[in-house]
């Protein structure tokens, strides 16, 4: 990825260039010490003065009013807040009318900025206040002030907190009176410009000790610059999150969100004042030092899959390439290209009014449709369909350019949402929510419904990135997230009634993936890359989890990495300084897998016995489990050397119906409470109760005796010879209750458990007994 860097021959303005703000996505305006507004139209290259201000305003800041009012969209913005050197903010029409002038600051106004909604304005001046105004020029509030100027200022991602200059130092204060105000030394100069993007929700900050720095928005340093010649005079997020624009002395530089960078250009500039990036991202704008304009234009993305890589050559030109046969295909666009995505075989291209949809089997007839909003934010892919989303909202189509459906729910923010925050697999859209963020929204896709009961989930601590598995069949979907302590956790999305139980995986996770071709999981752990074959078998037999686990030291992907996909067998990890790692992973695992989903259970042992690995029979184990095949899984349990599980599979053939099976199978599996309901539904109300006390609830055992009128005696008789092995007396006020003038007869107790097992044994034997154990639900 670089920079295309247009500049014309001859600056339009006499003077230094203070700031740039775009109107459209096509059209610029700048404002100078030469006392002149200009806009630049870049469709038609013409520049036109708007007005030119009075002598004694010399402009600083300016930021238009924000085009997104609630779901209410605006094409374009129609007034904006410049910020003066007399101490006023005036308020400017698109036509260049001031529609008013208001008295802020002793000193000048260094920067103004509107909040995300549009509702309040916030102003910062040589005097060292933080003043915050209504819509319409109102002082609400003085937020903060302090005996040295404020440099700039920025919003935080929900429009509650401010963050501000002080000196060396940063300061992120919230609107709320008497909240926590956090404060860090972020430079060893004086810090000159801020940004916090409401995406991603990291901070930019640029300092005169020539560096430029990331953090997180509890202050904690993620990135740091080397320093550089000259102080930065300017940093701005792109509107998505992913990448920044660092401008310094002749300087300019495009940097990813993680710090590193992508290209350095050095054009002739002078100090790049203030930096702005167009609303759909493509193309950055700059204020120079010696009267110029600079114009940027983000080209050379990548996009890879398979054999496939896919590059933007120019503004409205992609190159594709297959590097088996090195074919070169040649896309033209009518439009410039805002966003792609390449994956599961089809390349799927937004420009600013139309999405293309190419199969990679044919890059010449492209599937073509217009865009309600144009400024695509955000595209996921699933095998069968994609999601777009825009401004005004989030659409599911079809590969055939069909459109599915459009999910929605109460306090949507399109705008801050990314590839971590949603997720698609072919049945199931997953929406972390941003107000509460314990919080998953679940979709049917096909619908947009919500999911099953209409039950969110929700989880106790923050969620930070989610994904959804993507194979396998809709009941079995499951989510996997990572929580804000950095804890690895998966759940299922059906969620009908009961609640799902979330189980942790993992701890320290800073980053996961789950394959496209199974339903296998990666993700870098503390100091280690960990791939779990069959994340499933925490729901089948936990304690064989880590023998299902394929973990490699992870130091040498250096500080930070984070993976950007799975495909196949190939997982692709980014490291800190931008360089890509690509690992494979065994290959056997994924074919295990398609052996199961098709039932081949012979050939998924013979696969084993030719591999001979334990993950792989640990995996087939769990597989078998959650089948119910007791058969292959007594040979793979075997195999790892569990000889009591073996023997307690083997204890289950012997039982002599197919309720009794299936519930020891549910026990074997650790679900307790289905395998007593499957007793009870069948009329075994004894066996119910027998594993109950086998597992020492003695509470419920009496209570289902109590309740179904029938072997009181016998649980008391169980409770009376426990209670007698540890030499204890009986102490729990129910047993005593029922236990009062009660003899216990041993004798008449196992006539009454004979007698009920050959009843149970009968009943098995008039019913047509089944061969397999392991009958499919």
């Not at 013409?46 to 924000?66: A, R």
């Not at 509030?141 to 919003?155: C, D, N």
């Not at 509470?699 to 649980?715: F, G, I, N, P, S």
Request: glycine fraction near 6%; proline fraction near 3%; aromatic fraction near 10%.
């Amino acid at each position: 990825m670089r920079l295309k860097i247009s500049l014309l021959k001859e600056p339009k303005h006499q003077e230094l260039v203070s700031c740039v703000g775009w109107n459209t996505a096509e059209e610029l305006y700048s404002c100078s010490d030469d006392h002149q507004i200009v806009k630049w139209n870049l469709l038609t290259s013409e520049t036109s003065q708007i007005v030119k201000l009075p002598d004694d305003i010399y402009p600083i800041d300016l930021h238009w009013f924000p085009k997104s009012l609630g779901m209410k969209k605006q094409t374009q913005a129609e007034s904006f807040v410049l910020t003066s050197s007399d101490g006023k903010f005036h308020l400017i029409s698109k036509l260049g009318r001031v529609e008013k002038s208001v008295e802020a600051h002793c000193g000048a106004v260094l920067a103004g900025r509107w909040n995300y909604e549009g509702t309040a304005l916030v102003t910062v001046g040589e005097d060292g206040q933080i003043k915050i105004w209504s819509k319409t020029g109102m002082l609400r509030s003085t937020l903060a002030q302090q005996g040295t100027p404020v440099y700039s200022v920025a919003w935080g991602p929900d429009s509650e907190k401010v963050l501000y200059t002080a000196g060396k130092q940063l300061i992120i204060k919230p609107l709320q009176p008497n909240s926590k105000v956090l404060q860090w030394k972020a430079h060893d100069g004086i810090i000159l410009k801020v940004d916090w993007n409401s995406v991603n929700d990291l901070i930019l900050s640029a300092g005169e000790d020539c560096k430029y720095k990331v953090w997180d928005s509890y202050g904690r340093p993620l990135y740091s610059s080397q320093p550089h010649e000259h102080p930065i005079t300017s940093v701005a997020w792109a509107p998505d999150g992913e990448l920044f624009a660092v401008g310094s002395f002749h300087t300019l530089r495009l940097c990813d969100k993680t710090g590193w960078s992508y290209a350095l250009e050095k054009p002739n500039t002078g100090s790049i004042f203030n930096i702005t990036w167009s609303i759909d991202g493509t193309q950055i704008a700059g204020a120079c030092g010696n009267g110029h304009v600079v114009f940027a234009h983000v080209v050379e993305q990548r996009w890879e899959w398979k054999d496939f890589q896919v590059t933007l050559t120019k503004r409205r030109t992609m190159q594709v390439r297959n590097v088996l046969n090195d074919a070169v295909d040649l896309l033209e666009f009518r439009d410039r290209v805002i966003k792609a995505s390449l994956n599961y075989a089809h390349l799927v291209v937004s420009t600013s009014l139309q999405c293309y949809v190419f199969s990679t089997k044919n890059w010449n007839t492209p599937l073509i449709f217009d865009l309600k909003e144009g400024t695509v934010s955000l595209i996921l892919q699933a095998e069968r369909h994609f999601l777009l989303v825009d401004g005004g909202g989030i659409y599911l189509y079809s590969y055939e350019g069909r459109f599915l459906s459009s999910p929605k729910f109460p306090g949507m923010r399109t705008d801050i949402l990314n590839a971590q925050t949603v997720s698609l697999s072919n049945d199931t859209i997953a929406i972390k929510d941003k107000a509460d963020e314990k919080i998953i929204f679940l979709f049917e896709a096909s619908t947009g419904k919500p999911l099953g009961d209409g039950k969110l989930l929700s989880h106790k601590n923050e969620i930070l990135e989610i994904a959804l598995d993507q194979k396998g069949l809709t009941n079995d979907r499951k989510i996997a997230f990572i929580d804000k302590n950095r804890d690895l956790c998966i759940t299922s999305v059906k969620r009908f009634g009961k609640e799902e139980q979330i189980i942790k995986l993992g701890t320290m996770v800073h980053s996961l993936a789950w394959s496209d071709t199974c339903n296998i999981l990666c993700g870098l752990q503390d100091t280690r890359f960990t791939v779990w074959y069959y994340p499933n078998t925490v729901y089948v037999d936990r304690d064989i989890l880590p023998k299902t686990l394929y973990e490699r030291d992870a130091s040498e992907f250096s500080k930070n990495p984070h993976i950007v996909s799975f495909v196949g067998n190939q997982v692709t990890i980014r490291r800190a300084d931008g360089s890509l790692i690509h690992i494979s992973i065994s290959p056997y695992p994924a074919i295990l897998h398609e052996y199961v989903s098709s039932s081949k259970w012979e050939d998924a042992v013979r696969l084993c016995r030719f591999v001979k690995e334990q993950t792989m029979w640990a995996c087939l184990a769990a597989m078998a489990v959650a089948n119910r095949d007791m058969t292959t899984a007594e040979i793979a349990y075997a195999a790892i050397g569990e000889i009591d599980k073996v023997q307690y599979i083997n204890s289950i053939k012997n039982l002599p119906s197919k309720e009794s099976k299936m519930a020891h199978i549910l026990m074997f599996s650790g679900n307790i409470q289905e395998a007593e309901m499957v007793l009870l539904q069948a009329g075994l109300v004894y066996q119910a109760i027998q594993i109950n006390v086998n597992l020492y609830n003695w509470e419920r055992a009496l209570e289902l005796a109590v309740k179904y009128k029938t072997h009181v005696d016998t649980v008391l008789a169980y409770r009376q010879k426990f209670l007698e092995t540890f030499g204890k007396q009986e102490t729990n006020k129910r047993y005593l209750q029922y236990a009062e003038g009660l003899e216990i007869d041993w004798e008449k107790i196992k006539a009454k458990i004979e007698m009920e097992i050959t009843k149970e044994r009968e009943r098995s034997s008039s019913s047509q007994p089944s061969k397999n154990i392991g009958l499919k639900h």
